[in-house]
């Protein structure tokens, strides 16, 4: 990693933690958008596309609905690429993305603790609520848009720091990170693969995801 643009980073962090739930919700938080972005303020846009599209396979097996607890990749793919931008990505793939597995997790922790604020927040203005006061609707999402704001920049300063900090550390030797690099990559690809039989259910569905798979597999080997 280059001396890097850290507010720049840190602002695009931002926005990428705001769009999983607060605002906007343009996809912006996906980890293959996030990290490909990163990569383009970096000026190394195929290793934030080689980072993103590989956390893109853990985070497609995430369902963010209702009150599911769930990882946000967004802060944490941006943290991912900031480290393994101009590095051999053979070499940096997978220290990068474990990075950003552990702060995606880091990020989930994070959103459970900005519900919990919510929570206190409408059950303090409760009665004035029901009360039909003016107001006071807007003033519980300009609650909750700023505790998500402290959210997202925290999750996006603590992944940069992280980043840099591993950057400073001694690196592995190359054959152990290619072999860590292959290692995370399969996790990723079974990780989708679960996924998608995890939600095929019946047997028909399951036979169509079959035959989709083998078609796919049938393509690359002709090609």
């Known amino acids: 990693m280059i001396e890097q643009p850290f507010l720049a980073l840190l602002v695009w962090g931002t926005i990428a933690g705001l769009d ?5 919700q343009g996809l912006l938080n996906r980890p293959l958008v996030a990290g490909g ?3 383009a303020i970096l000026g190394d846009p195929l290793s934030g596309l080689a980072i993103g599209g590989c956390l893109e396979l853990f985070a497609l097996d995430v369902l963010p609905v209702g009150s599911t607890r769930y ?3 967004g802060a944490a793919a941006v943290a991912a690429v900031a480290f393994g931008a101009y590095q051999p990505q053979a070499q940096s793939l997978g220290l990068s993305v474990l990075l950003g597995l ?3 997790q880091l990020g989930g922790v994070a959103v459970v603790v900005h519900r919990r604020v919510n929570a206190l927040a409408l059950g303090r203005f409760a009665e004035r609520l029901d009360r039909g006061d003016p107001g006071i609707a807007t003033r519980l999402h300009l609650i909750g848009i700023s505790s998500d704001l402290v959210r997202s920049v925290a999750l996006a ?12 550390a ?3 030797d190359p054959d152990t990170s290619q072999a860590l ?8 690809v079974l990780a989708i693969v679960g996924g998608a039989l995890r939600r095929a259910g019946t047997p028909r569905r399951m036979l169509w995801f079959g035959g989709g798979l083998a078609a796919g597999l049938l393509s690359l080997v002709l090609r």
């Open 170 to 172: 001694p690196h592995l």
């Open 20 to 24: 999983l739930a607060s605002v906007l």
């Open 157 to 168: 300063g603590i992944g940069l720091a992280a980043a840099r900090l591993l950057v400073l």
């Open 102 to 104: 552990l702060l995606a």
């Open 181 to 188: 690099s292959t290692v995370v990559v399969a996790g990723g």
């Open 71 to 73: 990882p946000d990749y």
């Open 37 to 39: 972005v990163a990569g």
